[in-house]
């Protein structure tokens, strides 16, 4: 989930997530690593599903 988006919209995202399944992960990027933290932080979400 982009950390662009306003923290109402974010909260409000998760809510209706974990509303739907209880099997769900959600993460979230950090706005300070800009666009060029995406991939990095793409790679760490998969490694961490891999586990």
Same mark, same amino acid.
């Given at each position: 989930?982009?950390?662009? /988006?306003? /923290? ?20 979230? !990027?950090?706005?300070?690593? #800009?666009?060029? #933290?995406? /991939? ?6 998969? !490694?961490?599903?891999?586990?």
């Amino acid at each position: 989930m982009g950390a662009g /988006l306003d /923290l109402d919209v974010r909260c409000e995202i998760i809510k209706l997530i974990f509303s739907l399944g209880h099997t769900t992960t959600v993460h979230m !990027k950090d706005y300070a690593s #800009g666009p060029e #933290g995406m /991939l990095p932080f793409v790679n760490s979400v998969l !490694k961490g599903l891999i586990q």
